[in-house]
Each structure stands twice: as C-alpha cells, then as structure tokens.
C-alpha cells in the first residue's frame, strides 16, 4: 500500500512583544512544536530580538535572519524597502500567523490579496477562560480592504477550544521526572539549592505589585519547616529587598525565619518545565508560565497581566469558575489579595495577613491541580488542533480553485 506523506507546509508566523516575555515565550514554544512535530517549514517574524534572546540566548541581536533549532528567525522592523522585496516571499506561504492581532505588514496584505493561492491567514489570540472564547473559536473576519478572510483560533482550557500548547511526549517526560526519586534534588543542585528533610519548595514568579512582604512573612513564620523559595532573577526586585533589607543578586542565598530565598538565572523554557514540577506550590503570571503551571498539576497562584480599567478581573474570575477548586472560596480569597483586585482591597484587615492558610490550603489543592492537569492533557494540544484546522482550510480552498 502506498501511503501518501501529506504536503510539507510553509508557514510565517509574525510576533510584536508588547511587553515582557509572554508574546515570544507562546509563539517560539508555537515554532518549536510546529517545525518538530508537523513538519512545518516554520519562518517567526519578531519585533524585538533582545527580549527573545533572554528567553533563547542562543539569539543573535545583529542578524536580520538566522536559524535556529530548525526555525528560520526574522528580524521585523517595519521598513517599507524591506517589506518590498519580503511580502512576495511570505504571500507564497500555505500559512501566515499573526500572533495577539499583531497587525501583518501592509504590504503583506496586499501581496496576499494579489495571489492566485492566498495562504490560509490566522490570528492566534491570547488565552482567556472567558465563555465568549468557545463562540469566537475558529470565526472568520473579512478584511475590508481585500476581502481576505482571517481566521481566529484560540487556545484555551475547554474542548470548544484550541487546547493549550504541549509537546506529545510531554506527559510521559513529566511523569518520568515525577517517578525518578532523586530528579528533583539533582536538578535543583544544578542551580545551586539543596533540600532538606523537611521543605517545602515554592517559585515565585509575579509582577512588582504583588504584595511579595506579606507572603514572605508568612512564609519565614512557618513553623517545623523550610520554605525554600525561587525567585527568578529581576522579579519583584524591590519587594524582595525591602522584606530582606540587602541588595539582592543572582546565584545568592537569603535567609529570614523559616524563608529561604534562592535568587535563580532565568532559565531555558524546557528547564523552567522542570523548576515547576519540583515546586510543591508555583506563583505564575501572564500567560505561558500560567500554562506551564497548570500542565505540571501542582497548586499555583496567578498573578494575572494587569489591564488598563480593570479588564484582567473577569477573567481571572472566569478562569476561577472554571478551576471549580474544591477550597474555592479560601483560593479566592488569596488570588483576589495577590491580583490586588478591588474586593479584596476591601475587605482586608490591617492586622490579617491574607496568604497566613496558604501553605496547608496548597497541600489540600494537589488531588485537583492533578486531575485539572489531566483533563487538559487529554483534550489535545493546540498545535495539532492548528495544524488539522489549516489542513482543512488548505483543501477547501484548493477544492475551490479546481
Ligand atoms: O512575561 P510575562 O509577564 O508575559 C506577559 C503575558 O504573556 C501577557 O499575557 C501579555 O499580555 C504580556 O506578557 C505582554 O509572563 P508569561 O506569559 O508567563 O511569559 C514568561 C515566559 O518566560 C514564559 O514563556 C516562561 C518563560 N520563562 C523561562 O523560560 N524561564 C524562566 O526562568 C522564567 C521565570 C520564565
């Protein structure tokens, strides 16, 4: 039987970093996969090559093109000579992405617009729990100018979705850390922390207003334990030092009470997998690490991006309907004080510490970060979802053609 390989595509993915690491820690995870795992030619136009070389250093900063771990990179600056001679070439893709309606290159547009074969154009857009996500998946918009259709995919967390992004021997990889009995304390000694008897591990890693002090406090009060915590380098800064009263830096050790604080380098996003399923608690933020948190099913906090006029609030409460968490109202009670939202501001008392439950309110959480990780798990991932819906795409439009 002869079995026909199906076409290798070509695909074009435009990234413009708003701010921090979330824009190109999804779309360089997206690359990866697609190139690795669907043997997709993978072309990433991105805006801002310093801060993709904090997650991936092995970037250069003076190329306008290179290759790496099978990707083609592309500087994208938004000089009309270069777009000249460039949109040709991408208006000849299968697919063209546009991360977070980035905004394609004019003159890609109208390059698309011109092809006898327009590539399947789809927007990625940013997770949300939010119900109107499941209605909006997959919709079309028309750009008015061209009448080219642009598709809108989402990931997220429900079947009605794109699913989230994980590599098919994810589960496996992780399940086998889980089970090797020393995995945790070797990779934790090559960054330098080493573990007690009696410890409990936790990453924390969040925006500058989250009220780090009063977690800390809590945490060096903790009574016949450690509490070993992780903190990536240039995060909450100042709060650490303040609750400290020292300068902090990378590779150092701090000590207060019970609170053991490891200032940690950042690390490559496969390492930072693994930093996760260490911890018996991670605090997370944005995006990716929020996904990363849910797929290693260990408890976590989330320190959602703010927005302007409050607009990050129901969606932080859509994702907490969604979680159903056993100990809902206490999980609540703590993501609401760590988002700093309105509620909480408050209801708080001065003299109660918000977080003071939350070191045996996490160990209760486990059984259920473990089944939601589960679940997700089982739902597919985003990439192949992706690439069945442009399949599908592809021959409607070829069907049209003929
Ligand atoms: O950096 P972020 O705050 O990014 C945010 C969000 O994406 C938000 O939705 C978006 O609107 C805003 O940017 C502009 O948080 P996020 O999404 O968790 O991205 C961090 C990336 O950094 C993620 O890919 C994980 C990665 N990372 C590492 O690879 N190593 C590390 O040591 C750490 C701490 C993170």
Same mark, same amino acid.
């Given at each position: 039987m002869i079995v026909t390989q199906p076409k290798k595509l070509n695909l074009h993915l435009f990234c413009r970093v708003v701010d921090n690491y979330g824009d190109i820690g999804v779309c360089w995870r997206l690359c990866k996969l697609l190139q690795a795992e669907h &043997?997709?030619?993978?072309?990433?136009?991105?805006?801002?090559?310093?801060?993709?070389?904090?997650?991936c250093p092995a970037v250069r900063l003076d190329l306008a093109s290179q290759e790496l771990e099978g990707v083609t990179i592309h500087h994208w600056t938004d000089s009309e000579s270069d777009w000249h001679k460039q949109a040709q070439q991408v208006a000849t893709a299968d697919v063209v992405i546009e991360?977070?309606?980035?905004? !394609?290159?004019? %003159?890609?547009?109208?390059?698309?617009?011109?092809?006898?074969?327009p590539p399947v154009w789809?927007?990625?857009?940013?997770?949300?729990?939010?119900?109107?996500?499941?209605?909006?998946?997959?919709?079309?918009?028309?750009?008015?100018?061209?009448?080219?259709?642009?598709?809108?995919?989402?990931?997220?967390m429900t079947s009605k979705t794109g699913g989230l992004i994980f590599s098919r021997d994810f589960k496996s990889k992780r399940d086998a850390f889980f089970a090797r009995v020393t995995a945790r304390s070797e990779f934790l000694s090559e960054l330098g922390v080493s573990l007690s008897a009696q410890c409990v591990v936790v990453s924390l890693f969040c925006y500058?207003?989250?009220? *780090?002090?009063?977690?800390?406090? *809590?945490?060096? &009060?903790?009574?016949?334990?450690?509490?070993?915590?992780?903190l990536p380098v240039g995060v909450a800064t100042a709060a650490v030092?303040?609750?400290?009263? %020292?300068?902090?830096?990378?590779?150092? *050790?701090? %000590?207060?009470?019970?609170?053991?604080?490891?200032?940690?380098?950042?690390?490559?996003?496969?390492?930072?997998?693994?930093l996760l399923w260490c911890c018996d608690l991670n605090f997370v933020r944005g995006e990716d690490s929020f996904v990363r948190a849910q797929l290693a099913g260990k408890p976590f906090v989330?320190?959602?991006?703010?927005?302007?006029?409050?607009?990050?609030?129901?969606?932080?409460?859509?994702?907490?309907?969604?979680?159903?968490?056993?100990?809902?109202s206490d999980l609540r009670a703590i993501w609401a004080a760590w988002n700093? !939202?309105?509620?909480?501001?408050?209801?708080?008392?001065?003299?109660?510490?918000?977080?003071?439950?939350?070191?045996?309110?996490?160990?209760?959480?486990?059984?259920?970060?473990?089944?939601?990780?589960?679940?997700? !798990?089982? %739902?597919?991932?985003?990439?192949s979802q992706l690439v069945q819906f442009i399949r599908q795409e592809i021959h409607k439009n070829s069907a049209k053609i003929s």
């Open positions: &043997q997709i030619n993978v072309a990433c136009w991105v805006d801002d090559l310093a801060s993709f070389q904090v997650l991360a977070f309606a980035c905004n !394609l290159p004019e %003159q890609v547009i109208l390059a698309m617009a011109k092809s006898k074969r789809i927007n990625v857009e940013y997770l949300s729990a939010e119900a109107w996500v499941e209605s909006c998946h997959g919709m079309i918009s028309v750009h008015p100018q061209t009448g080219l259709k642009k598709h809108f995919f989402f990931p997220g500058p207003e989250a009220p *780090v002090a009063q977690l800390l406090e *809590v945490f060096a &009060q903790a009574s016949g334990k450690q509490i070993i915590c992780l030092q303040g609750f400290f009263g %020292q300068q902090i830096e990378v590779g150092a *050790v701090y %000590q207060k009470g019970s609170c053991q604080l490891h200032v940690l380098p950042f690390v490559s996003q496969a390492a930072y997998d693994r989330w320190h959602i991006y703010p927005q302007q006029d409050d607009a990050h609030v129901p969606k932080l409460e859509a994702f907490l309907n969604l979680y159903d968490a056993p100990i809902g700093l !939202l309105p509620e909480s501001i408050a209801l708080s008392d001065e003299n109660a510490n918000p977080f003071e439950k939350i070191l045996a309110l996490s160990e209760q959480m486990q059984p259920h970060a473990e089944k939601w990780a589960e679940n997700l !798990l089982n %739902q597919g991932d985003f990439g």
